[in-house]
C-alpha cells in the first residue's frame, strides 16, 4: 500500500505543476487580450476616414482600376488564411481552417482554382502534412501583429493580383480570418478584400440628398468633398494600397484577439480539470492510506490473537 500512495502523491505532484503552468498561460493570456483590443479600436478613425475619402474617390472618377473592376473570366482567387503559431488555444486554428476548407469548395463551384496564403505555423503545418501547395507563408507574429507584417503581407497579394500573368497571377483575394466578439464568443470570418465593392450614390440637387452619413441624434451630416490632387486615377492609385493593407492589418489584429480570448479559455478549463484531478488523486490516496491502516491493524489484532492461543 505504501507505494500505492507514492505514486498518487507523484501525480498529486505533477497535477499541481501543470496547473501552475495552465494557470500562468490564462492570465498572460488575458492581459493580452486588452492590449489586442485596444489595438483593433484605435485602427477604426483611420478606417473610416480612409473607407469615406476611397469611396467618393471611386464613385467620382471614371477610371478603369484593376482593384475595383472584376475581370471578365477569373480563373485564380487567392486565400489568406490567419491562423496562430502556437497550441493550446483550444479550437481558434481548426475552425478558421474549417472556414477555409469551405471557401475554397465554393471557389470550385465558380470555376476558380484556390491559391492558399498562409499566417501561422498551425495552418502551415496542416497544408504541409496534406501535402497541399502554398504559395507563400508567414509566421512568427500571429499572436502580436505589426503593420510592418500586413503590409509585407499585402504587397505579396497585390503584386500576385496586379503584375503576374493570368495564369501565374490572382483574380480575386479572399481573407479567412477570426472575428473577435467577445472573450467567449470568436467566429471565423472571410471577406473579399479586391475586387472592392464600390457603390455609387445619386445626388439630388434639387432636395440636397445624395452622400451623407447619420448622426446619433437621426440627423445627416454631410460628408466632405475632395479635391483630387493631381487627379482622381493617381489618388486611387496611392489609396487603394493603403486601403488592402489596412484590411489584412485589421484582420490580423483581430486574430490576434481572438487567439488570445481562445487560449485564456483553454488554459481556464485545463486549469479547473487540473483541480478536479487533485482532488480526484487526493482521495484516492486517502483511501490508500486508510486501506494501509485498516490492515496494519488488522495484522496486529490477528498476531495479538495467535499469541493467545498459543498461550
Do not use: C
Not at 58 to 68: G, K, Y
Amino acid at each position: 500500500m505504501g507505494a500505492q500512495q507514492r505514486i498518487f502523491r507523484q501525480r498529486i505532484k505533477d497535477t499541481q505543476s501543470t496547473k501552475k503552468i495552465t494557470r500562468a498561460m490564462e492570465l498572460i493570456a488575458s492581459s493580452r487580450i486588452v492590449k489586442a483590443q485596444a489595438a483593433v479600436k484605435a485602427t477604426e478613425p483611420y478606417a473610416r476616414a480612409l473607407q469615406d475619402a476611397l469611396t467618393l474617390a471611386a464613385s467620382h472618377a471614371n477610371v478603369n482600376h484593376p482593384l475595383i473592376n472584376a475581370p471578365e473570366n477569373p480563373k485564380r482567387a487567392a486565400i489568406l488564411l490567419i491562423t496562430a503559431d502556437r497550441g493550446l488555444a483550444g479550437a481558434y486554428s481548426s475552425n478558421a481552417i474549417k472556414e477555409a476548407e469551405r471557401l475554397a469548395g465554393r471557389l470550385r463551384e465558380r470555376n476558380l482554382t484556390p491559391v492558399n496564403y498562409i499566417v501561422g505555423r498551425k495552418g502551415v503545418s496542416f497544408y504541409k502534412f496534406r501535402e497541399r501547395p502554398i504559395e507563400e507563408s508567414w509566421a512568427g507574429f500571429s499572436d502580436n501583429p505589426k503593420y510592418q507584417n500586413a503590409k509585407e503581407i499585402s504587397e505579396r497579394l497585390l503584386r500576385d493580383f496586379v503584375e503576374l500573368p493570368d495564369d501565374e497571377g490572382v483574380d480575386e483575394i479572399h481573407i479567412v480570418y477570426t472575428h473577435f466578439v467577445n472573450r467567449v464568443v470568436q467566429e471565423p470570418r472571410v471577406i473579399r478584400v479586391v475586387p472592392l465593392d464600390i457603390v455609387d450614390e445619386v445626388v439630388d440637387t434639387a432636395s440636397g440628398e445624395g452622400i451623407h452619413g447619420g448622426d446619433e441624434k437621426g440627423g445627416t451630416a454631410v460628408w466632405p468633398l475632395y479635391d483630387f490632387e493631381p487627379d482622381a486615377a493617381t489618388t486611387l492609385d496611392a489609396l487603394l494600397p493603403r486601403y488592402i493593407e489596412h484590411l489584412v492589418h485589421v484582420a490580423l489584429l483581430e486574430s490576434a484577439a481572438s487567439e488570445h480570448a481562445a487560449r485564456q479559455r483553454a488554459m481556464k478549463s485545463a486549469t479547473d480539470n487540473a483541480e478536479d484531478l487533485i482532488k480526484r488523486y487526493t482521495r484516492q490516496a486517502n483511501q490508500a492510506r486508510q486501506a494501509e491502516i485498516t490492515q496494519e491493524i488488522s495484522e496486529i489484532v490477528g498476531g495479538a490473537d495467535a499469541l493467545s492461543s498459543a498461550n
